[in-house]
């Protein structure tokens, strides 16, 4: 199957130079996670996340939020060519471009999922146990909020199991969730300045500079306030067409792996089970 079948054609781009504000007004009106960021000349340059932008809300210039090293396909390359190169690369997205470097679609890890593992039958008799992972990180349901989301970027993940006190799993929250309430502020910091020669030591107080800053400020309150408390689960000996089914219906990424009555045995995601395309 070649790329140019399940991709999306003609994607919304970004060109530089642009602005934060822009990016942001951008992923309000479209409802993406991410855009391609194409030059002067509408060349490829990389790709934009609302994640990047969020959390560096004091870098205004978008250039410097770009990720430039993406996977890269043509219409034509086969699809386990940009599957490889999601992987190799953990990237859910590969840009899909023409001879001259100009964006023709990109082709997310959603698009193969809908498209493809969804509408193929024959992947019924193939179970996800050898594709869900087993070790996964978890919050706590009392867990503040900025706590949660170090976490996730620690486990480079879009989503985490939330756990009860007794380790069973009630919840789970993603990216989506713990930014949304969030908001950026202007702060005013302060820092202290270096001495410069050895007179300047002599100065009864430290010299200090004052500058204004952008931050994220994060809603103090814990997971369980957000999370979603009824997920929809898998089990260990589900096959990989139900488990891409589940994910169309419900528009999720990733399905927390349960057995008995909510013991938590892993996590399957969207990256996990596309696996299956290379030894097809």
């Known amino acids: 199957m070649r790329v140019k079948t399940l991709m999306t054609s003609d994607p919304v781009v970004i060109k530089l130079p642009a602005t934060r504000d822009y990016a942001l007004?951008?992923?309000?009106?479209?409802?993406?996670?991410?855009?391609?960021?194409v030059n002067k000349e509408e060349r490829i340059v990389g790709i934009i996340s609302i994640?990047?932008?969020l959390l560096n809300p004091d870098e205004d210039q978008l250039a410097m939020l770009v990720k430039r090293d993406v996977p890269i396909v043509k219409p034509n390359d086969d699809l386990k060519k940009a599957v490889r190169q999601m992987l190799e690369m953990d990237y859910r997205r590969v840009v899909v471009v023409d001879e001259n470097d100009r964006v023709v679609g990109i082709l997310t890890v959603g698009d193969i999922v809908r498209r493809y593992l969804a509408k193929n039958e024959n992947l019924k008799k193939i179970s996800i146990t050898d594709y869900y992972q087993k070790n996964v990180g978890v919050v706590w349901r009392g867990t503040p909020l900025k706590a949660a989301l170090k976490a996730l970027l620690l486990c480079n993940a879009m989503a985490i199991p939330v756990i009860d006190d007794d380790g069973n799993l009630v919840g789970m929250v993603d990216e989506t969730d713990l930014l949304k309430d969030s908001e950026v502020v202007r702060v005013m910091k302060q820092t202290a300045l270096a001495a410069s020669s050895e007179e300047d030591w002599i100065l009864e107080s430290n010299p200090t500079l004052?500058?204004?800053k952008a931050e994220l400020q994060i809603p103090k309150k814990p997971v369980e306030d957000i999370m979603s408390s009824e997920p929809v689960?898998?089990?260990p000996h589900m096959n990989?067409?139900?488990v891409a089914q589940k994910m169309v219906q419900h528009h999720i990424e990733q399905l927390p792996v349960i057995k008995g009555e909510g013991e938590l045995v892993g996590i399957v995601r969207d990256m996990d089970i596309i696996r299956v395309i290379l030894k097809r």
Not at 28 to 36: C, E, L, N
């Open 25 to 37: 007004e951008l992923f309000k009106t479209h409802k993406v996670r991410s855009f391609p960021v």
């Open 51 to 53: 994640k990047n932008v």
């Open 210 to 212: 004052l500058f204004e």
């Open 233 to 235: 689960v898998a089990t």
């Open 240 to 242: 990989i067409y139900d």
